[in-house]
């Protein structure tokens, strides 16, 4: 997407964040909590921006020494597969790396099909599955992916 603006986000993000939370999740994660999360330093909070300045995507990453784990990612529906995911990714990678972390983690549906193949073009690899995961009963796929390895392709891509 062009004029495309990835930035940390503010506490006057969060109502934005909420709404792409309901556009996204049956479960969506409560004002209080994302509030939590923004005003706790070992997190990594971003949101993309389009031309408009209106807020069309976020994540939020939690970082524990060597390693982070993805909390949440998602993409209001009518910006959905314009490369917004991509660019928070890759966003969140450089975050990481210059954290010093080196591997991140998640957890996803494992009958989210688009969100599995958007973290496979990252080289995230399965690890396990964990049974009733989910509050509906639904299993996840724990997942991996080398920070630095990753950080190197990307910026080779680009460069
Ligand atoms: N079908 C198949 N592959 C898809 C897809 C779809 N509907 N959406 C994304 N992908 C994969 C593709 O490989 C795509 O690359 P390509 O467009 O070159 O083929 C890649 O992901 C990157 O797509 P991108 O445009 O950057 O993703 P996005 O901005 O549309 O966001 C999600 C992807 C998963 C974040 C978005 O669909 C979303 O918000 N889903 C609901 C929330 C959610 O499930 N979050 C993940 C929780 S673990």
């Given at each position: 997407m062009k004029s495309l603006r990835i930035r940390s986000a503010s506490a006057t993000d969060l109502h934005a964040v909420c709404l792409i939370e309901d556009n996204s999740f049956s479960d969506p994660y409560p004002l209080h909590l994302l509030k939590r999360l923004l005003g706790d330093t070992k997190h990594i909070f971003l949101v993309a921006e389009d031309r408009n300045n209106s807020l069309i995507g976020y994540c939020v990453s939690a970082?524990?020494?060597?390693?982070?784990?993805?909390?949440?990612?998602?993409?209001?529906?009518?910006?959905?597969?314009?490369g917004v995911a991509t660019a928070l990714l890759k966003n969140?990678?450089?975050?990481?790396?210059?954290?010093?972390?080196?591997?991140?983690?998640?957890?996803?549906?494992?009958?989210?099909?688009?969100?599995?193949?958007?973290?496979?073009?990252?080289?995230?690899?399965?690890?396990?599955?964990?049974?009733?995961?989910y509050s509906d009963g639904s299993a996840a796929l724990r997942m991996r992916m080398s920070v630095a390895k990753q950080a190197a392709k990307v910026g080779h891509e680009e460069g």
């Open positions: 970082i524990e020494g060597r390693l982070a784990h993805l909390i949440s990612i998602a993409v209001l529906t009518e910006g959905r597969r314009k969140l990678i450089e975050y990481l790396q210059a954290r010093s972390v080196e591997e991140l983690w998640l957890e996803v549906k494992q009958d989210n099909k688009e969100a599995i193949k958007l973290y496979e073009k990252f080289s995230f690899a399965s690890m396990m599955v964990l049974e009733n995961y």
